[in-house]
């Protein structure tokens, strides 16, 4: 199965832009990037996923390179409430079953 | 009520005992997969069904077992219980025929003593 790597943590101020990285050298043509996040307390949540071309949505941007291992995810304004883990996955292709690492702690500072 | 429903949300329990955590959902999704969580750790994949005949083992299946009841019921066992088997455990859901976005229950926190 593909893997993903991701910093461990990061942190941002508040109402500032943040980049979360995520390196998927190993992606195959057809695989899914999905993005998630686990707010402290609750289950894993959808944020975003994409396969080729760049994505936007109510909730976050994701900009996937041109040769597909590696991608970003972008929360435009960085708020309180986006303090969680933040997940890379890989949809992958034949299993569909999904692998996830140990994501992206990401600290917003007031 | 939530889409994915997990029951119990908590148990303590000891050494040795039989465990069966449950989950039931509404979204009609034909995929359901079950997680295990370990503090400051990842999700790491127990089971996976992807219809009710169909069942997989994911990364760390062993000293566990499931039973996918119907479309909407996929139950993990525990058939002896023991102390690293105490962690958080997540119960998801996902639709082939759109996304694959996975759905995830609220979690039911085991602890073995």
Request: glycine residues 16%; hydrophobic residues 25%; proline residues 0%.
């Given at each position: 199965d593909a893997k993903t790597t991701q910093p461990n943590s990061m942190e941002s101020n508040e109402e500032e832009p943040v980049h979360l990285p995520c390196n998927h050298?190993?992606?195959?043509?057809t695989d899914y990037i999905h993005w998630y996040r686990q707010l402290p307390s609750q289950g894993p949540e959808y944020v975003i996923h994409g396969l080729t071309s760049n994505v936007n949505n109510r909730m976050a941007s994701l900009a996937i390179a041109e040769d597909r291992k590696s991608s970003t995810l972008i929360l435009h304004r960085a708020t309180l409430r986006d303090a969680a883990v933040y997940y890379c996955i890989l949809r992958t292709t034949g299993t569909y079953k999904y692998i996830f690492g140990t994501g992206t702690r990401l600290k917003v500072l007031a | 009520d939530a889409d994915v429903t997990q029951t119990p949300r908590n148990r303590i329990t000891k050494t040795g005992k039989r465990i069966m955590l449950e989950c039931s959902q509404t979204?009609?999704?034909?995929r359901m997969y079950w997680y295990r969580q370990d503090p400051g750790l990842g999700l790491r994949l127990i089971y996976y069904s992807f219809d009710v005949k169909d069942i997989n083992k994911g990364e760390i299946s062993d000293g566990y077992s499931v039973s996918r009841?119907?479309?909407?019921k996929f139950s993990l066992s525990l058939e002896s219980a023991i102390p690293n088997q105490t962690a958080l455990y997540f119960c998801a859901t996902s639709d082939f025929r759109g996304a694959d976005v996975l759905t995830f229950g609220a979690g039911s926190r085991l602890t073995v003593l």
């Open positions: 050298s190993t992606i195959s043509g | 979204k009609g999704h034909d009841q119907a479309q909407a």
